[in-house]
């Protein structure tokens, strides 16, 4: 079926740093490619060339006296921009939208990881957002120590720069999973929790079948 027939969808990819979700999410907009489905990628902090920027100050490790409230504020910054340029234009257009990472990872990681709260997470996405929310969430969960052994191993290989984020405390990322814990029993309607253990092409299975399944009340 064309995406022509049917409302547009828009999916995110969620979970601690490592967990996977970014190959899961390509993995699936290939396979849904491959249906005939016009498939658009995007990732927070980016998505734009406006949104770039902003992720360069955000994960630049130079910047680690920036405020938690500051962190936040830039987050939906890049999120405002990429809803006016990207999202609401191709859901418009009846096409599937994927992000990696989106309002939820601010709910856990500022909500929950600085403890800022999260009344103020959802203020700043009304406005931001413009009560555009996910209509279906991908949690790819893995324990927080394979979580952490994971992205800085990635970063050790890629030589990468953008690691502000990775370079915090472990209580800081068990707060986040308690984040993430809270948000799957506040919104189990949307919210997927997906097993990110085993192969990659296991996990992407997971993925398909919670799509489908998921699928049938968005079209």
């Known amino acids: ?38 498939v658009i990628e995007t990732v927070e902090p980016g998505g734009t060339e406006i949104g770039m920027g902003i992720r360069r100050i955000l994960l630049d490790p130079r ?6 409230e500051a962190e ?6 890049a999120r405002a921009q990429n809803v006016h340029e990207v999202l609401e234009p191709a859901v418009a257009r009846g096409e599937i939208v994927m992000s990696d990472r989106w309002t939820d990872s601010t709910w856990a990681y500022q909500g929950y990881g600085r403890e800022l709260g999260t009344e103020v997470v959802r203020d700043l996405d009304a406005i931001a957002c413009r009560g555009r929310r996910p209509d279906v969430t991908f949690w ?34 068990e707060r986040v999973y308690q984040g993430y814990l809270a948000l799957e029993e506040t919104e189990p309607e949307r919210v997927v929790r997906i097993d990110g253990r085993g192969s990659v092409e296991t996990v992407a299975e997971r993925v398909m079948a919670a799509f489908e399944a998921r699928r ?3 079209v």
């Open 63 to 68: 910047n680690d006296n920036m405020g938690s």
């Open 72 to 77: 936040m504020l830039l987050y939906f910054a």
């Open 140 to 173: 790819i969960d893995i324990d927080l120590e394979a979580s952490l052994l994971r992205a800085r191993s990635r970063n050790q290989e890629r030589a990468e720069q953008d690691t502000r984020m990775d370079d915090q405390s472990r209580a800081f990322y």
């Open 1 to 38: 079926m064309s995406t022509t027939s049917r409302r547009g969808l828009f999916l995110t990819f969620e979970g601690l740093d490592g967990c996977g979700k970014t190959t899961q999410m390509h993995l699936l907009a290939e396979r849904l490619r491959a249906r005939g489905e016009t």
């Open 216 to 218: 049938g009340s968005h």
